[in-house]
C-alpha cells in the first residue's frame, strides 16, 4: 500500500521477525513514513493496518480525509463436473436467474474491484449464462483435475494493482454483496493474512487472501489439501467475520436445494 502526499510518502511492508522480537507471531506489517531521504517508523502491529490520518508536512494542519480503497478482486470457481449433484448445479435456478448468475452478480455489485469467473466443465453454456455480466471470463483446460488448478488459472487474471483476492466457489448460493463487503470491509481495517466469512464461529465463504499470500497459493496442489494448506499455516492470523448461516451453505447433491429453499424462506439467517 503506497500512498503520497507531496514531499511525504507513506507505504506498507511486511517485514519478518523472530519470535523474540514479536511474541507469538513470526510475521508483523512495518509502517514507514518517508520524508526526502529520512525514513520515520510510523508504526509496527502484527498482520494488521490502518489508514493513518496525517498532514502533507507530517505536522499540523487540516487532517487528511481521503480514503484509497483497497483493490479486492474476486475469483468465481465454476469449472467443477457436478458429478454428486448429477447435472450442473451452476445452472439451477435461484430466484429469477441461475446460481451462476446469482453468485456473479452479487459479486458485481459489491466493493470488489474486479470479478474473474473460471470456467471448465460446460464453459460454453456458462459463459452464455454470463453473456451480459462485465465479468472476466478463464477457461481452465485442467478442470477435471481440481480445485487448485482453477484456483492458480483465476489468479494468473488478477491484476498487479490488487491488495488481496477473494475465492468464492459458485455454488455459495446465497451469498450476497453484503457478505463480500463484510469481508472487504473487515480486512481493510486490519489487513489480517485471511479473512473469511462465518458463522456461529464457523467459517465459510468467501474467503479473502492478502497478497502476500499469493505466491503460496500459485503453487496449492490437490495432493496436499489445496487452499486447506494456506488457511492451515495461517489460522492463527485468520480473521472470521460473523455474517450469517448462508456462507456455510453450499450445493454438493440435491438434497443440499431443502437446505437452501429452508435458509432463504428464514429471514433471521441472511
Known amino acids: 500500500m503506497r500512498l503520497e502526499y507531496g514531499p511525504t510518502t507513506y507505504f506498507r511492508k511486511r517485514i519478518d521477525y523472530g519470535s523474540g522480537d514479536l511474541p507469538g507471531s513470526d510475521c508483523s506489517h512495518i509502517f514507514l513514513r518517508l520524508k526526502g531521504s ?88 456458462i459463459r452464455r449464462e454470463l453473456k451480459d455480466y462485465r465479468c472476466d471470463i478463464v477457461y481452465n483446460e485442467d478442470y477435471e483435475k481440481g480445485q487448485s488448478f482453477s484456483v492458480r488459472k483465476g489468479l494468473s487474471r488478477v491484476k498487479k494493482v490488487a491488495d488481496a483476492v477473494m475465492i468464492l466457489p459458485g455454488d ?32 465459510g465463504h468467501p474467503i479473502l487472501f492478502d497478497k502476500y499470500l499469493f505466491d503460496e497459493l500459485k503453487g496449492i496442489q490437490e495432493e496436499t489439501r489445496g487452499l486447506k494448506s494456506v488457511v492451515s499455516r495461517h489460522r492463527p492470523q485468520m480473521r472470521l467475520v460473523e455474517t450469517s448461516e448462508a456462507s456455510l451453505l453450499d450445493i454438493d447433491r440435491q438434497d443440499d436445494l431443502v437446505r437452501l429453499a429452508q435458509a432463504s424462506a428464514d429471514p433471521s439467517e441472511r
Open 172 to 203: 455459495v448460493a446465497l451469498v450476497d454483496r453484503g457478505m463480500i463487503d463484510a469481508v472487504i470491509d473487515e480486512y481493510s481495517t486490519c489487513y489480517a493474512p485471511i479473512v473469511t466469512a462465518g458463522f456461529h464461529g464457523s467459517s
Open 38 to 125: 529520512a525514513a520515520v517508523e510510523c508504526a509496527r502491529i502484527q498482520w494488521v493496518g490502518f489508514r493513518e490520518t496525517a498532514t502533507p508536512d507530517g505536522g499540523g494542519g487540516a487532517p487528511l480525509t481521503a480514503k484509497v480503497s483497497d483493490f479486492i478482486a474476486i475469483i468465481v470457481l465454476a469449472a467443477g463436473l457436478s458429478t454428486r449433484f448429477g447435472r450442473n448445479k451452476l445452472l439451477e435456478p435461484i430466484g429469477e436467474s441461475t446460481m451462476i448468475q446469482h453468485v456473479v452478480r452479487e459479486s458485481l455489485e459489491s466493493k470488489a474491484k474486479q470479478v474473474i469467473v473460471v470456467v471448465g466443465h460446460d464453459a460454453q453454456r
